[in-house]
C-alpha cells in the first residue's frame, strides 16, 4: 500500500502575506511529495510496506533513516497543512486557551516558548506545541524530519500544534529572518483544528 501526496486543503495563495504563494506551491508539490515518494521507495518489499504511517513512527529509530526522515516527512507536512488555514491568526479558545493559560502563564509566553523553541533549533527542525504523558502541555523542538509520536524522540508526546523552521519552508520570503516567519505563523494558525488535536491527544 503505497502512501500518496494529499492535496493542500487551500488555495496556495491563501496564506499570504504571511506564507507566500511560490513557497506554498514548492514546499507541498516538491519537498512534501518527494517525501511520499521516498517514503514509498524505502518501504517497498519491507516489512515497513504494509503498516500505517503512525505505526512507522512508532519503530522510525530501527528502521534506517530513509525510512524515520521520509515517514517523518510526510506525516509533519500533512500535519502543518492542516493546522494552519486561510481564516487561521486570532486566539485559541475555551478549554484549549485555559490548558495554555495554565501550562505557560498566558497565551503570549506560549507564543515566546514556542518561538524560541523554533528559532533555537540548530538547522533543520520543527517546533512544537503537544500534550505529554500526564496531558500537560509542552512546548519542544525535534531535529530534521523527527517528530514527537518517534520512538527516538527527546520529548516523547503528541502533537497539537507545529510550525516547519527548515529553511525551505521561509528563505524565499523572508531570508536568514527566521524569527520573523514564526511571528508571521501565528497569523495562519487554525485554532479550531489545533483545539481538535487538544481533544483527541488528552
Ligand atoms: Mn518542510
Known sequence: MAFTLPALPYAYDALEPNIDKQTMEI???????????????????TEYENMSLDDIL??????????????????????????????????????LAKAIDEAFGSFEA???????????????????????????LVVCSSPNQDNPLMDVAECACTPILGCDVWEHAYYLKYQNKRADYLNAFWNCVNWDKVAEHYKNAK
Request: net charge positive.
Open 27 to 45: 514546499h507541498h508539490d516538491k519537498h512534501h511529495a518527494g517525501y511520499v515518494n521516498n517514503l514509498n521507495k524505502a518501504i517497498a518489499g
Open 58 to 95: 512508532k519503530v522510525a529509530g530501527k528502521a534506517g533513516n530513509a525510512v524515520r526522515n521520509n515517514a517523518g516527512g510526510h506525516w509533519n507536512h500533512t500535519f502543518f497543512w492542516e493546522i494552519m488555514g486561510p481564516d487561521g491568526g486570532g486566539k485559541p479558545e475555551g478549554e
Open 110 to 136: 506560549m507564543k515566546e516558548k514556542f518561538n524560541a523553541a523554533g528559532a533555537g533549533r540548530f538547522g533543520s527542525g520543527w517546533a512544537w506545541l503537544a500534550v505529554d504523558n500526564s496531558g500537560k
